[in-house]
Nanobody, 124 residues
């Protein structure tokens, strides 16, 4: 069991940067693959990226590849999403999620635990 709380969202101009943080409760954080998803108004929640239990392997959606970076600090029970070169189309509510799957999870259904989300708004 893990409880997730996102923070770091806000308003930023296009081309700017923002770092989101996800704090996890519990003592089994390193047992979870962590993912980031986002959902814009009128659109379905979409995969942004994920990071393996040890932080060695990462995977990103094509739309954010090269601009976003996921990292984790298991000692602090935190996962981060560094967002650079932000675009207006990145505007969405961003969610962190935890998966217990042993295989690499990219689907929403692969994740059991979800945070409340944090709003990211990119202006032009």
């Amino acid at each position: 069991q893990v409880q997730l709380v996102e923070s770091g969202g806000g308003l930023v101009q296009a081309g700017g940067s923002l770092r989101l943080s996800c704090a996890a409760s519990g003592r089994t954080f390193s047992s979870y693959t962590m993912g980031w998803f986002r959902q814009a108004p009128g659109k379905e929640r979409e995969f942004v990226g994920r990071i393996s239990k040890t932080g060695v392997a990462t995977r990103y959606a094509d739309s954010v590849q090269g601009r976003f970076t996921i990292s984790r600090d298991n000692a602090k029970n935190r996962v981060y999403l560094q967002m650079n070169s932000l675009k207006p189309e990145d505007t969405a509510v961003y969610y962190c999620a935890a998966s217990e799957r042993a295989t690499v999870p990219l689907l929403r259904s692969d994740y059991t635990y979800w945070g409340q989300g944090t709003q990211v708004t990119v202006s032009s």
